[in-house]
């Protein structure tokens, strides 16, 4: 085994990259990162009938936009290859032949319908289901018989009986399962001549030198298969880290893809706008948790300080909320360029700006999205916070009509109207200037200045600053709302 460390990340091709995939992806990287190891992309491509088109790029594509790099993969194959499980079916023929030769592997020509009727047997009986060994120590004769009556041709591994596998796991510390609770001999080559999972993984991860297997609690029960492969093929086992069960927030069960609260594939936040950097560090403290109360981190400050041993052995808790709260934070970070960049196309997806805008649309719409850069937890929330931008007439809530209704309401708002066809140039420091004299004029300070005219401009009783707000509301549409609000209060001229 290499005296490097080196990790993996293997999926399979069947899919968008889901939440607690991109996790086991982003701590191997992390670790390898932080000891200087070496980073490996592998793709588990064997189940050909869940493989989708794009499955891989797509897989690739995500992990790229999270920030991830890799030093060996199938686009940039080191010594090691191939990297795609399909490449590789020589080399697991090899050792399939040695299994079988030692006696640790044998052929078996069950049927799908015998198979289900030893286990219908066995649940009759309140047994648990298992292999019962039919073709355990069948003679040559018996299996060149199946195979002339062209019976379906597996190969199953030969369980130890009564052997104890114990292992030092990263994450849960010592564990122990006995060969009997394993459920029988299992199949290591399939009958359209593929490996399993379980096979394919020992000889992919030993003849790739892999030092260290981080993957999710969902695998424990895989580990014992394995190592027994391992020992029998004389191989040294990796060392193995499970970590904890990613659960929901709100209801405290296991994450499921049929769990439709909870948005669980990193194509469907990108869709929304979230900035890769948050997601990131969002994944980073699912199951792992750094010294102290700071949770912003940059991915050189995660690879610098994570800590295998600091990775939980308790169910890690996916909070929207909190995930909200971390893009916000580095929404607020970002520059107006790289936010507008976001949020343009959700404005235009809305049909509110034009496909192709022209100079002058573009850079309008980037100064309305610099005014609720600090309010988005991501970028699609644009189109509903700029509503009132895009309504032909006022839209007053009730709210709204209690602070039109005060008894110095309408003099702020008459006053404003009038010096409004002389504000020029028409921006946030005149029309500031502008209020500054409304004040003067009148008296009235405070809410009850600002108050009635953030309503009568923008209907809303809070919002973004009021001067850039009228700035980029623009003159017309605010004569308007101004002279709808007077309206609305009865006194109008």
């Given at each position: 085994?290499?005296?490097?460390?080196?990790?993996?990340?293997?999926?399979?091709?069947?899919?968008?990259?889901?939440?607690?995939?991109?996790?086991?992806?982003?701590?191997?990287?992390?670790?390898?990162?932080?000891?200087?190891?070496?980073?490996?992309?592998?793709?588990?491509?064997?189940?050909?009938?869940?493989?989708?088109?794009?499955?891989?790029?797509?897989?690739?594509?995500?992990?790229?936009?999270?920030?991830?790099?890799?030093?060996?993969?199938?686009?940039?194959?080191?010594?090691?290859?191939?990297?795609?499980?399909?490449?590789?079916?020589?080399?697991?023929?090899?050792?399939?032949?040695?299994?079988?030769?030692?006696?640790?592997?044998?052929?078996?020509?069950?049927?799908?319908?015998?198979?289900?009727?030893?286990?219908?047997?066995?649940?009759?009986?309140?047994?648990?289901?298992?292999?019962?060994?039919?073709?355990?120590?069948?003679?040559?004769?018996?299996?060149?018989?199946?195979?002339?009556?062209?019976?379906?041709?597996?190969?199953?591994?030969?369980?130890?009986?009564?052997?104890?596998?114990?292992?030092?796991?990263?994450?849960?510390?010592?564990?122990?399962?006995?060969?009997?609770?394993?459920?029988?001999?299992?199949?290591?080559?399939?009958?359209?001549?593929?490996?399993?999972?379980?096979?394919?993984?020992?000889?992919?991860?030993?003849?790739?030198?892999?030092?260290?297997?981080?993957?999710?609690?969902?695998?424990?029960?895989?580990?014992?298969?394995?190592?027994?492969?391992?020992?029998?093929?004389?191989?040294?086992?990796?060392?193995?880290?499970?970590?904890?069960?990613?659960?929901?927030?709100?209801?405290?069960?296991?994450?499921?893809?049929?769990?439709?609260?909870?948005?669980?594939?990193?194509?469907?936040?990108?869709?929304?706008?979230?900035?890769?950097?948050?997601?990131?560090?969002?994944?980073?403290?699912?199951?792992?948790?750094?010294?102290?109360?700071?949770?912003?981190?940059?991915?050189?400050?995660?690879?610098?300080?994570?800590?295998?041993?600091?990775?939980?052995?308790?169910?890690?808790?996916?909070?929207?909320?909190?995930?909200?709260?971390?893009?916000?934070?580095?929404?607020?970070?970002?520059?107006?360029?790289?936010?507008?960049?976001?949020?343009?196309?959700?404005?235009?997806?809305?049909?509110?700006?034009?496909?192709?805008?022209?100079?002058?649309e573009l850079a309008w719409t980037k100064k309305l999205v610099s005014l609720y850069k600090d309010e988005m937890s991501y970028a699609k929330q644009i189109v509903d916070l700029s509503d009132m931008f895009f309504h032909d007439s006022l839209e007053v809530d009730e709210r709204g009509k209690e602070i039109l209704s005060a008894d110095t309401a309408y003099e702020v708002v008459n006053d404003f109207n009038n010096k409004l066809d002389a504000i020029e140039p028409f921006?946030?420091?005149?029309?500031?200037?502008?209020?500054?004299?409304?004040?003067?004029?009148?008296?009235?300070?405070?809410?009850?200045?600002?108050?009635?005219?953030?309503?009568?401009?923008?209907?809303?009783?809070?919002?973004?600053?009021?001067?850039?707000?009228?700035?980029?509301?623009?003159?017309?549409?605010?004569?308007?709302?101004?002279?709808?609000?007077?309206?609305?209060?009865?006194?109008?001229?």
């Amino acid at each position: 085994m290499s005296d490097k460390i080196r990790v993996r990340y293997a999926p399979s091709p069947t899919g968008y990259l889901h939440i607690g995939n991109a996790r086991t992806a982003l701590f191997n990287y992390l670790f390898a990162r932080h000891e200087g190891g070496d980073f490996i992309i592998r793709i588990e491509d064997t189940d050909k009938k869940r493989n989708v088109a794009d499955g891989e790029k797509s897989q690739i594509d995500n992990l790229k936009w999270l920030g991830l790099d890799w030093d060996e993969s199938p686009e940039n194959p080191g010594q090691y290859g191939p990297y795609r499980q399909s490449e590789r079916y020589d080399i697991y023929q090899k050792y399939i032949d040695q299994l079988i030769e030692q006696g640790d592997a044998y052929y078996a020509f069950d049927t799908e319908e015998e198979l289900e009727a030893a286990r219908e047997a066995q649940k009759a009986a309140g047994i648990m289901p298992h292999y019962e060994g039919t073709w355990r120590d069948r003679s040559d004769e018996d299996i060149q018989a199946a195979r002339d009556e062209g019976r379906p041709e597996t190969v199953r591994f030969r369980i130890p009986e009564g052997e104890t596998y114990t292992f030092d796991d990263m994450v849960k510390g010592e564990v122990s399962i006995h060969s009997e609770d394993i459920g029988g001999d299992f199949i290591i080559w399939k009958k359209d001549k593929s490996p399993t999972y379980n096979f394919a993984v020992v000889v992919d991860d030993h003849s790739m030198e892999i030092t260290h297997v981080l993957r999710g609690d969902d695998h424990l029960s895989n580990t014992p298969k394995q190592i027994m492969i391992y020992q029998a093929l004389g191989w040294e086992p990796p060392v193995f880290g499970h970590m904890s069960l990613i659960t929901s927030a709100e209801t405290g069960k296991k994450l499921s893809k049929r769990d439709g609260s909870i948005i669980q594939f990193i194509e469907q936040y990108r869709d929304l706008g979230y900035l890769p950097e948050a997601i990131f560090n969002f994944i980073a403290l699912l199951g792992w948790s750094p010294k102290g109360e700071e949770e912003i981190f940059s991915k050189e400050e995660f690879i610098e300080i994570f800590d295998p041993n600091r990775l939980s052995k308790s169910p890690a808790a996916f909070d929207n909320k909190k995930l909200e709260w971390i893009n916000n934070r580095y929404m607020k970070a970002a520059d107006e360029e790289t936010v507008a960049r976001l949020a343009i196309p959700h404005l235009q997806a809305a049909g509110r700006v034009s496909d192709d805008p022209n100079e002058e649309e573009l850079a309008w719409t980037k100064k309305l999205v610099s005014l609720y850069k600090d309010e988005m937890s991501y970028a699609k929330q644009i189109v509903d916070l700029s509503d009132m931008f895009f309504h032909d007439s006022l839209e007053v809530d009730e709210r709204g009509k209690e602070i039109l209704s005060a008894d110095t309401a309408y003099e702020v708002v008459n006053d404003f109207n009038n010096k409004l066809d002389a504000i020029e140039p028409f921006d946030e420091e005149h029309i500031m200037a502008a209020i500054k004299q409304v004040q003067k004029d009148t008296g009235i300070k405070g809410k009850n200045l600002y108050m009635p005219l953030r309503v009568a401009t923008s209907g809303k009783e809070h919002g973004p600053s009021i001067g850039l707000t009228i700035e980029v509301m623009g003159k017309e549409k605010t004569k308007h709302h101004l002279e709808e609000a007077l309206a609305k209060m009865g006194k109008a001229e």
